[in-house]
């Protein structure tokens, strides 16, 4: 499957910013305290001012499941929006994320590898296989990442290779929630004294936690099939330079993830019974869909089964030269894509009367190529700097086909009340299949220079600035076309209709008017259309030492994310428009405290930002036709601000007992709400509602204790706890559709124990996830037929076990 490639980073040589820490090739434990290497200098965590989460490799691997997605219940701040497939998930830092289907648009957090952004969120949401270290950045982190960093970066350093021969195999069955089995091994294998390689395979297979009893599928969905390979070779080039070269591949094949449907339809808000179950809609639904059981609900009936198709591959180079006491960091990278998108859209087995079948695929390809270079000076200095230049390039297609059945009731016939009507009956007229089909694109160039220092003014008093200048510019490309009488899901859109709709607009017309008219001067070309925007970021600081065991600091950072289009199948002329760049403003404050002879790490921060122009999904109004829509629509929804406070801890008062974990507060809602213009009352959302995807509170707390036997074998124990407050999933001025898109609080707790040999050559562990089978949903999403509620439920929404056994050789 997809598997995290990339390159040993040499670092950006420290300049008082966790984000150089990301690149060092391991940990090294000093007590309680982390030790992040750069290559020509070394720097403890507790000096970085940035509230940033560390998770080991070990911590990443021992998770539900050894991605991003497991990795968020680590890390209070972080959460994941599960979707159909990786192209619409996404993740959110201190409540800030960024939710759209458009190819033309950045994710709020980055996700680094080994020193390479990477310019698809999708490209993240696979398996992380031989992780050194994750490290979660809080808050803009723009001024040395770039591109994608608004809301944070999670960085993800790999395993390098060691200089003798050696490595690892693990293998796992997972059963009580459907059947998994997983298989890993990584191997180093030096060629001389100064090259050595590593190379790691992974393989993952799992049956699904859903069942769909759609006759022709009747079987288990919502699983996966993944596999990848990566090899690593890193030269020694001389006393001062080092070159790593990294490839891979991955490919997964996911019947991932069809929605349930659980929640019931309900009465709008403008309906003299807000909120109530709309029975009759429920009883037609229930005489062809499974029962709903809200949460509970773990059965579908779709005659398509949802899926997604990934291949990825790529390669990266890294050079680190030493010039004179500086260093030189060059990373060249190059990633090809492809992911293919199967649905089923209307949720239903077959077609019915005045209900289409509805089927989508969508096919996505796409490349990126990226060069960086930078100069570090060396550590302890009066000044200390990183200095350079970043280039990407990143093309990325899709072909979007969306087929419909539609069939109507036969002359004369009368239909029976109360339940649906295959079209396959003798009441209904012959069936008639409509097709829409979107074939669109995106160019996206980005070229910076950045600079950031440290002023070292005494011993324990330091000042620190940086910029960083962007330059962006997207090139889009969209047609979409229909299949004769216009049946299909959307009218044409082309550039024949661009142009009349815009007369339209300029002659007056209101803009679902001017949308309906335009949509028979379709041409068959391609419109096209572009934006470029340019921008100074950069960060500002003081950090002082309290003690030897207390840090403070403080800093304003101001955020940068570029401009987007919301370029997708459903694109309509009225949604054609540029969104603007997203900016920030972000303060942070900080104490990092290590106490008990650095037994105890206790960090804490408290933020504020204000993001302008924020980029959302948010409801939009047109009348067409003469048939009101309510749609949601890509925009700059306004202005949004987030607030709160986060802890971190580490403790190990032994070498035997470690406790570590972390909870962050987290307030984050809209100021000032901009509907898109010649709106109803029922496009905006009041000022002060809470952002979606952020809980208010969430927190974790994780222990390993090894009992120590003093024979051949030890015991080891392992208790794992994540809780979270309510939040809402969908951004809505509507009560009714905000309530029922909420899930109320949950927690879970995952417990295990192992068999370990004295020496760690071999460890058997058995495992519980969700011990005591805590059901939780994790996305909620309208649209549902009749106005039913569709469910992501995960995986670990339901108890399971395992048994994972693993050989160091």
């Known amino acids: ?223 996966f099939e993944h596999w990848g390979i990566r090899s690593i070779l890193q030269a020694d080039l001389g006393e001062n330079a080092k070159f790593t070269l990294i490839g891979d591949y991955h490919k997964n094949d996911d019947d991932c993830c069809a929605d349930v449907i659980g929640g019931p339809p309900l009465f709008g808000a403008t309906s003299s019974t807000p909120g109530a179950v709309n029975t009759t809609n429920l009883a037609l639904i229930q005489t062809v869909l499974p029962t709903l059981r809200g949460a509970d609900s773990r059965t579908i009936n779709q005659n398509l089964v949802t899926r997604t198709i990934e291949t990825g591959y790529g390669f990266s180079g890294q050079l680190d030269a030493g010039i004179g006491d500086h260093t030189l960091t060059s990373i060249t990278a190059y990633r090809n894509f492809a992911n293919n998108e199967i649905r089923d859209g209307d949720f239903y087995p077959q077609a019915y009367i005045g209900v289409p079948q509805l089927h989508d695929t969508g096919p996505q390809t796409g490349w990126s190529f990226s060069q960086e270079l930078r100069i570090a000076s060396p550590g302890g200095q009066f000044i200390d700097y990183v200095a350079g230049a970043y280039y990407a390039y990143t093309f990325t297609e899709r072909v979007f086909r969306r087929d419909n059945v539609i069939c109507n009731a036969a002359v004369g016939a009368t239909l029976p009340t109360g339940v649906l009507t295959p079209c396959s009956s003798s009441l209904a007229a012959p069936s008639v299949n409509a097709f829409g089909q979107a074939t669109y694109s995106n160019a996206a160039k980005n070229m910076a220079f950045f600079a950031q220092a440290t002023m070292n003014v005494s011993a324990r008093f330091r000042l620190i600035g940086g910029l960083r200048y962007t330059h962006d510019r997207l090139d889009e490309k969209f047609i979409r076309i229909t299949s004769a009488g216009n049946l299909a899901s959307n009218p044409p859109f082309d550039a024949g209709v661009w142009n009349a709709y815009l007369n339209g607009i300029a002659a007056g017309l209101a803009p679902g008017a001017a949308q309906t008219a335009a949509a028979s001067a379709t041409n068959g070309v391609p419109l096209t259309t572009g934006t470029t925007a340019n921008n100074v970021s950069g960060r500002a600081g003081l950090q002082f030492d309290v003690s030897d065991q207390v840090m403070s600091y403080a800093t304003y950072t101001r955020g940068y994310k570029g401009p987007a289009f919301n370029l997708f199948f459903n694109l309509q002329p009225t949604g054609l428009k540029a969104l603007e760049p997203e900016t920030s403003d972000a303060f942070e404050i900080g104490l990092k405290n290590t106490l008990l002879g650095g037994a105890l790490t206790l960090n804490i921060a408290g933020f ?202």
């Open 608 to 809: 504020y930002a204000k993001y302008h122009n924020f980029q959302a999904n948010n409801p939009d109004t047109l009348v067409i036709n003469g048939v009101t829509n309510t749609i949601a629509r890509f925009t700059n929804a306004g202005t949004v601000s987030t607030r709160g406070v986060e802890f971190d801890l580490a403790y190990r008062p032994s070498r035997d007992l470690t406790i570590s974990g972390g909870a962050a507060f987290t307030d984050a809602q809209i100021d000032q709400f901009n509907p898109p213009p010649v709106r109803t009352p029922n496009d905006i959302v009041a000022n002060g509602t809470t952002l979606p995807f952020a809980p208010k509170f969430k927190g974790s707390v994780n222990a390993d204790y090894r009992i120590r036997l003093g024979g051949p074998i030890d015991i080891a124990l392992n208790l794992q706890g994540t809780y979270q407050s309510s939040q809402s999933l969908f951004l809505t001025p509507d009560p009714v559709i905000r309530n029922a898109t909420s899930i109320g609080a949950y927690g879970i707790v995952n417990a295990g124990i192992s068999v370990v040999d004295a020496e760690d050559k071999f460890k058997l562990s058995l495992v519980v996830r969700n011990l005591f089978d805590q059901s939780y949903i994790a996305a909620i999403s309208t649209g549902g037929p009749s106005g039913a509620y569709r469910y992501q439920i995960p995986r670990d929404a339901d108890r399971y076990w395992g048994i994972i056994g693993r050989v160091n050789f």
């Open 1 to 223: 499957m997809k598997f995290m490639l990339f390159s040993t980073v040499a670092s950006l040589a420290m300049a008082a910013t966790p984000a150089l820490a990301q690149q060092a090739p391991a940990d090294e434990q000093i007590g309680a305290e982390i030790v992040v290497t750069a290559q020509l200098r070394t720097e403890r965590l507790q000096d970085v001012p940035v509230a940033v989460s560390v998770l080991s490799g070990d911590a990443v691997a021992n998770a539900s499941r050894s991605s991003l997605e497991g990795a968020t219940a680590l890390v209070p701040s972080l959460n994941f929006v599960k979707a159909g497939t990786s192209l619409n998930q996404t993740l959110f830092l201190r409540g800030l994320g960024t939710t759209s289907f458009s190819i033309a648009v950045e994710p709020s957090v980055s996700t680094v590898l080994d020193g390479v952004v990477l310019s698809r969120a999708a490209e993240a949401f696979s398996d992380l296989a031989d992780v050194a270290r994750l490290e979660v950045l809080r808050g803009p982190q723009g001024t040395l990442f770039g591109r994608n960093a608004s809301a944070g970066v999670i960085n993800i350093v790999s395993v390098m290779p060691g200089d003798t021969v050696g490595g690892n195999a693990e293998a796992a069955y997972f059963g009580g929630n459907g059947n998994e089995f997983r298989a890993r091994g990584s191997v180093d294998l030096p060629i001389s004294p100064t090259v050595r390689t590593r190379t790691t395979l992974f393989y993952n297979k799992y049956d699904g936690n859903i069942f769909n009893v759609a006759p022709n599928v009747n079987r288990r969905v919502n699983g």
